[in-house]
């Protein structure tokens, strides 16, 4: 029988262990390839599982990591802006980067940097964390009033530019995934009147028109085929990243039927025996299933009010931990394409493990299913 606590208070070490004094959270301390970064993306969901944890202090050293890095780039961006007024066409190598080392730079290791969603979950998770812990969310007030402002033009500015998705894939491509974090990034700012006090009437206005128009692109471009949200707009493939659009996004309601049917295809076509796939046509390490999207998958699940369906997410999960209580990135226990997974190992090395994302989605999970041996 595993312990599940257990492993929550256990996944909660293991993240401010390897949390750096920056604040930063490193992807994985170890693996070969994402050691030494912090992802906007990974963080923003590792920071929301601290939160709920209970330790304001780690989730809020994140996220004023975040707004420092924000705010000592929000020249370039004003920059950036101002010459997509001018019609320039910036290229991609130029806008913000999906992932900096732990002290805020840029690193010299190539990555297919070019991702928006990761500033607009941030946005997200930045608004819950203060909804959290109003008393004390461990932030600096004033960076992080300046760096939302930094992030809300940059993304009203560029939110409709094709990019990489959550894979480091198909970057002509408009994600779902990626429109679903911006437009809840942007409601949840707008919304909050302190973490948006440095917005001025047109920030306010502009980001409110993405919002309205990013709704509009889904219905008249083809972001709902086939009754459910697709992966890409145009296409009619899922990918499991989409779970995040109903929750915790709300792009469409997990009580609406277009949300109910991304969930269900999402499950029919990428669980199998409880834990769930990227996308069918996922190479990398073989395609295993990834305990972070099982808890996505769960996380809906719950918040649809199936207990059962969300504490069997939960277990599957946790049945994944190495005896040390660590969680990896993938599993192989059932892969998409096999011959395909030894090239990663010679790449790379083994699956990484732990990944903090996916400790941060386990402590997510735990809290929506009140089994977190938490501080709170
Ligand atoms: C995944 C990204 C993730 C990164 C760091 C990559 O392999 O595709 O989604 O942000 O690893 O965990």
Redesign the pocket.
């Known amino acids: 029988m595993i312990d599940l606590e257990a492993l929550a208070r256990h996944s909660h070490r293991v993240i401010t262990t390897h949390q750096a004094p920056s604040g930063a959270y490193p992807?994985?301390p170890s693996f070969s390839?994402?050691r030494g970064y912090c992802?906007f993306?990974?963080g923003a969901f590792i920071a929301e599982g601290v939160s709920r944890y209970g330790d304001w202090s780690s989730a809020g050293a994140f996220h004023t990591w975040c707004a420092r890095v924000l705010v000592e780039r929000s020249g370039q961006v004003d920059e950036l802006i101002t010459r997509a007024a001018r019609g320039v066409v910036i290229p991609s190598a130029d806008l913000l980067p999906?992932?900096y080392t732990l002290d805020g730079e840029l690193g010299r290791d190539p990555w297919w940097d070019f991702q928006l969603d990761g500033y607009g979950t941030w946005l997200w998770t930045v608004d819950e964390h203060l909804r959290r812990h109003p008393a004390d969310p461990g932030v600096d007030p004033d960076d992080l009033q300046k760096a939302v402002v930094t992030a809300v033009r940059y993304l009203s500015t560029f939110w409709n530019r094709p990019c990489f998705d959550?894979?480091?894939e198909h970057d002509d491509q408009r994600h779902v995934s990626t429109l679903g974090a911006i437009h809840a990034g942007l409601r949840a700012v707008t919304a909050n009147p302190w973490l948006g006090a440095g917005l001025t009437l047109a920030d306010r206005a502009a980001a409110n028109a993405v919002v309205e128009e990013i709704s509009a692109v889904l219905t008249r471009e083809g972001g709902v085929v086939d009754g459910h949200l697709a992966k890409w707009l145009g296409t009619s493939a899922v990918d499991a990243s989409l779970l995040a659009c109903v929750a915790p996004f709300g792009l469409v309601s997990p009580d609406s039927e277009v949300g109910r049917a991304t969930v269900d295809e999402v499950e029919r076509q990428l669980c199998v025996d409880g834990g769930v796939h990227r996308f069918v046509a996922d190479t990398?390490y073989g395609g295993g299933q990834w305990p972070l999207l099982t808890a996505f998958l769960a996380w809906n699940r719950a918040v649809a009010g199936d207990r059962t369906a969300a504490l069997e997410g939960l277990r599957w999960i946790a049945a994944q931990a190495t005896p040390d209580g660590e969680l990896p990135?993938q599993v192989d226990h059932h892969l998409l394409a096999p011959g395909r997974q030894q090239e990663w190992v010679d790449r790379w090395g083994p699956v990484?493990t732990p990944?903090l994302?996916s400790h941060g989605m386990y402590l997510i999970l735990a809290d929506e299913l009140g089994v977190t041996g938490g501080v709170r």
């Open positions: 992807a994985s390839a994402y992802w993306r990974d999906t992932r959550w894979w480091e990398f990135e990484a990944l994302w």
